[in-house]
């Protein structure tokens, strides 16, 4: 079982930056996959960007050139860098983690991103 705590969500101003990090209770440099996902009111939670053991990453179409995934394994930690934000990035952000293609993802609390001026 894998716990996952995010943070550094909240208020920001369109064009602003926010930086979210994902702590995992466990090493994540052996995990399947890691990232984050996001769903707003009233839509389906949807992919922002994930990287997976292999080395691939991949992001969303809407998000891509302004948000950057990356991880500090000394910290179990997986951060996700939103640059240029937009009032269509607000949303709940969800860490998301898969220790092995065997076993179930598990998600975190989420945490609130609003961009609004």
């Known amino acids: 079982q894998v716990q996952l705590v995010e943070s550094g969500g909240g208020l920001v101003q369109p064009g602003g930056s926010l930086r979210l990090s994902c702590a995992a209770s466990r090493s994540i440099f052996s995990m399947y996959s890691m990232g984050w996902y996001r769903q707003a009111p009233g839509k389906q939670r949807e992919l922002v960007a994930v990287f997976h053991s292999d080395s691939n990453t991949n992001y969303a179409d809407s998000v891509k050139g302004r948000f950057t995934i990356s991880s500090d394994d000394a910290k179990n930690t997986v951060y996700l860098q939103m640059n240029s934000l937009k009032v269509e990035d607000t949303a709940v952000y969800y860490c998301?983690?898969?220790?092995?293609?065997?076993?179930?993802?598990?998600w975190g609390q989420g945490t609130q991103v609003t961009v609004s001026s």
């Open positions: 998301y983690g898969r220790p092995s293609v065997f076993e179930t993802g598990y």
